[in-house]
C-alpha cells in the first residue's frame, strides 16, 4: 500500500511559492496580484504547514481547507464580483461592482474580547488571530520591523544629534523576534549598538543570521568593541549575555552615557521576562517549576531596569520605551505612578509628528517577481520624493543591505500626496512597460489614519481621544468607497486593546488603476491627517490645509 | 435694543421640519434624500433643541455646529464625492466616484468601553450616542416599535395559534416608552392585552395617547374586562396598576391562564425597577433615600416576578424574555443559573427563523413627503410579496392603524430577495412618474446580517458564536462596495455590548440607483443568510442556495 493510502489524511500543501511572471491564472490581474499577495505570505510565514505567518499565531487563513477555497474563489472571481472573508475563511462571492473592491474581511473582531474568550472562540473554529498583515495577506518578512526601528532612529537623530548617528550608541536589550532588528537599523544609520539579551541561545542564533556581529560576556568587553567603533565612526554591533536590569545598573554606576536607550524585552508578557541571575535555560526550568515565585522575581527585576531607564533619562540620555508596556507592568507591579511614567512611549515621542504628515510603513510589492522592477520602484521613489530626507535616506540604505524575501517589495514613510503621486507614477510605468509586472501597495497597521491602539499608537493624542475607535472604520470604509482592492477590519495587539484595518491597492497600468489609486492613496493616509488635525496637531490642520512639506495637496 | 443683539447666542434651530415636493437643494437627488432624512429625524425628535432624537441620548449630529455644518456639507456634496462623519461630526469630504457612498460615518466607537469612559469622551466633545437609528439619520417614529412587537407576536400566532391571535389574552407589564407599544401591536392583531405598571403616571400618559383603553386597580376587575372582549373576540387593552410581580403571582395563583407572556419593566438597569408595594412616586423616593436597600427590594421583586413566569411557563404557556435581561439580571442576583434561564429570549425564539430568510425591521421613507407615495408602495409591497402572509398582514394593517409621522415611511419584515425586488420595483415607478419623489431604504439594527449583541439578536447561535463581531463589518464593507448610499458603523446597546451597521439607499428613478440598489439590496440582507447558514440554520442554507421559500435569488 502507498503511503498516501495508508495516512488517509487530505493532500495539504507544506510549501507555497508566490507566482512570478506574466501569467495569469484568475480572470483580471487585481484577482492574480492579490492572489500572489497571499502565496507571498505564505512563503515568508513562519509555521506554513499552520498557515502561521509570523508573531507565533497570525495566519493567512482559518484552516487548509478555507486556504484551497480562497486561491479557488480568487482564480474564479469576476471583474464585477467581491469575495468575503471571515475571520479566514471565504464565506460568499457577491456581484458588486467593477470599482468595488475584489475582497473585503473582517478578522479577528470579538465582543468583550479577552484571550480566554478568543481561544474558546478559535477551538469552534470561529476565528483566527490576525496579526497585522498575516490576515490580510500584506506580510513582506523583516524589512517591515527593521525600518520601524529605522524610522525610529531617524526621528532621534533629526531632534538631537544633527541627523547623523555616526559614532553614536544605542544601548538596548531584548535580541528576540522584534528586538533582534534593533542592531541592524542601528547600524544602517552608521552607529554602534549594544544588545543586552539573558538568554545566549538568542545571541547565538542572531550571530548565524548575521543580525549581531560579536558577542560578550561583561560589560566591560563590550565597552572595549564599542569605544574603539566610536572613535573610528565605524556602525557595528555587540550582544552582551546578562540580565539588562544588571547591564544597565552596571553601565549607569561606572558612567557610561549611551546616547540612546531603549529596551526590547517581552515586559507585555512578565512571565516571559527573564529575572536576574538565570540563563535563559535557567528561567525555562525556574518558570515551569513555580510560576508564582518566578513572577514576583521577574516583577522585581524590571522594576530596576526601569529605575536604571529613568536615571539615564534624567541625566538627559534619549531614553524611551519601545512599545513593550515596561511602564504599565512596573506601575502594575506597584512603582509608584508617576515614577513609572517618567519615560515617553516612542510613538508619541518620535512618529505621531511623522502620523501628522500622513506617513507611515507604506509598502509596495511587485508581483512581477523581478527585482528589475524592485529597482525601478526604488529610484523613482528618489525621483518623486527629492529632497525629503526620510525617503532619500532609507531607500538608498535598504536598496543596498537588505536582502529580497520573496516577492521583491521596498517598505517606506511616505506621506499624504507622495503616496499617490508615486503609486500614480507607478501605475504610468506599468503602462510603459518599464515595470513588467503589477505592483501592490499596501502599509502595516502602524499608519496615521488605519489603527487604534490607545497603549500604543494612539496613546497620549492632544485631545484625548486614545480609545476613540470610529477612525479605524472610517479608514475601511473610505478605502472601500475610494475603490481600494482589498479591505480588512481586524482586532489586534492584545484582545480588546486594538482595532486597524488593512488595505491592498493594485497598480496593473489600466486606466481603472488610475482612478482607484488616486482616490485610495489620498483617502487612506488622507484620514489619518484629519484624525490628527481634528486632534489638534498643527502640523496635520497645514497638511489638510495644502500647506505642509511634502505636497500641495489638500483635503 | 433688540433681543437678538442682547443674547449675544449663535442663531440656533429648535425646530426643523424635513423638506417635502420636488425642490432640490443639494447637487443631486441623492444628497438631497440624505439631506432629507436627517431632517426628518429631527421632525420626529424627542429633544429636538438637544439635537437628540430618541431613546433619551441618541443624538444626530455632535452639536448645533456640527448638524449645520453637515447641512451646508451635504448641500456642497458633488455626485462623485464622499462625506465622513465621526461621531455626529463631519470631518471631511474626499473625492471618490459616482458609485460610491455619499456619506460614511463612524460613532460610538470606543475602545475598552464602559459608560464612564463613554461619558467622559462624550465631556471631551470626542462622541456622541448612536442610538440605533438616530446617527445614522434612520428613525421614522414609533412604528418600528410596534411592528417589532407586530412581528414577534406573529410568529407566535404562527408557532401556537394557527396564525390568529384574535379571542387570544397576552399579558405582560411595563407601559413605558418601548412597552408601552404591546398593547398596540396586540390590538393590530385582534387579541387583548393586559399590561401591569407600577407606575400610575404612565399609564395616564399612555391611555391620554390612546395607546391603551382601560384602566383598572385589580385584576379582578381586569379579568372581568377581558373574558367579555375573548368572548367576543373583540381587540382591547387594560391596564392594571400594580407590580407586576403581585399581579403575575396572583393570577397564577387564581388558575388564570393567559395565552402569552412577557413583560417590558427595566429589569437590565434594576435602580429603574419599581419593588413590590411602592407607587411610582414612592419608588422615586425610596431610590433618592436608600439606594443599597432599593436595589436589594427591586432584585427581590424581580425574582418573584420571575419565578412566576416560569411557573407559567411549566404549565405550558408562551412565556419569554423581551430583551429586559430579566433572566440575567436574576442570575446575577443570586437565583440558580439554570432556574434564572428557563423561559427562552424572543430573539432566538421567534425571530432568528426570520433572519434566516434574510428578513427584519426594513423599511421605506417617501421623501417627497406625499402620503399617496406611500400608498403607492404600499400597494407595491403588497404586489411584489403576494402569498408572503407576513408581508401582507402586516401591510393592511399598519396602513389602517398607523399614523403618518414625519416623511411617510414603512417598516416591513421583507427578506432576502423580496428586498431587491421592491427596491428595483420602487425605483422603475419613480421613474414613471406613479411615485412623485425619491424613497430611501434603511433598516433598524435588528436585521438579520448588520448586529452583533451576545446578549440579543446574536444569542444562542446554533455554532456558538455569539460574539464574533466580523458579520456587522462586513456588512458595512459590503454595502459599501456594493454602492450603498450612506453606511454608518456604530457601537450600541450598553457600552461594550453590540455594534452593528446602518445603511440608507435611495431609489431616485435614475438607471444608477438600478446598478446600486441591485447590488445592496442583495449583499445587506445576503449577509445576514450567509452568516445564519455558517452557523447551521437549515433554512438559511437553504435561502442561500436559492430553494428558499421567499425568492429564487441565491448567493
Ligand atoms: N515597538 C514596536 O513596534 C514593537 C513591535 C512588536 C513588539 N514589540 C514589543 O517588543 C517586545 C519584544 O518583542 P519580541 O518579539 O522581540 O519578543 P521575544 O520574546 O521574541 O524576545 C524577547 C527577548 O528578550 C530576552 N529577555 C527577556 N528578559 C530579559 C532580561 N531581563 N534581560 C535581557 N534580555 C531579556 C529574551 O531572552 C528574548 O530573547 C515585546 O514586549 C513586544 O510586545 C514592540
Ligand atoms: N425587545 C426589544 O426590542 C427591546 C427594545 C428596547 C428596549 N427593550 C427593553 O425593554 C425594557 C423596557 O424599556 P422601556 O423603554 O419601555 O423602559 P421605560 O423605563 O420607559 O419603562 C419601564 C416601565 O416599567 C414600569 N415598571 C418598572 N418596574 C415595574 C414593576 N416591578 N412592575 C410593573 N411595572 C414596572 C415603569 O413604571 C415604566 O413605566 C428595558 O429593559 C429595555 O432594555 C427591549
Known sequence: MSETVKTNKPEILYEVKAQRGPTLRCKGWKQESILRMLENNMENAEIPELLVIYGGNGKCARNWESYHAIVKSLKELEDNETLVIQSGMPVAIFKTNKLAPRVVMATTNIMKADWETFYDLQDKNLT???????????????????????????????????????????????????????????????????????DERVIDRRIEKNYLDQKVYSLDEALEIVNEAVAKKEPTSVAIVGNAADVFEEAYQKGFMPDIISEMCPCHDPISYIPSGYTGVEADEYRAKDRVAYLADARATMIRQLETMNKFYAKGVEVFEYGTSIRKECRDAGMPEEEAMTIPGFVSEYIRPLFCEGRGPFRWTCLSGDPEDLKRTDDLALEICKGDPLVERWIKLARKNLPIEGLPARICYMGFGQRRKFGLAVNELIKKGEIKGPVAFSRDNLDSGSIVNPTFESENMMDGGDLISDWPYLNGLLNCAAGCDLIAIQANYSMGEAVHTGVTMVADGTEEADVRLDASLTVDSGIGVIRHAQAGYQTAKDVANGVGKLTTDSI
Chains 1, 2 share one sequence.
Do not use: C
Open 128 to 198: 483566527i488571530f490576525a496579526q497585522y498583515t498575516a490576515a490580510p495577506w500584506e506580510y513582506i518578512g523583516t524589512q517591515g520591523v527593521i525600518q520601524g526601528t529605522f524610522e525610529t532612529l531617524s526621528a532621534i537623530a533629526i531632534k538631537r544629534f544633527n541627523n547623523d548617528l555616526a559614532g553614536r550608541v544605542y544601548m538596548t536589550a531584548g535580541a528576540g523576534g522584534m528586538g533582534g532588528n534593533q542592531s541592524w537599523a542601528m547600524k544602517m544609520h552608521g552607529g554602534v549598538a549594544i544588545i543586552v539579551d539573558a
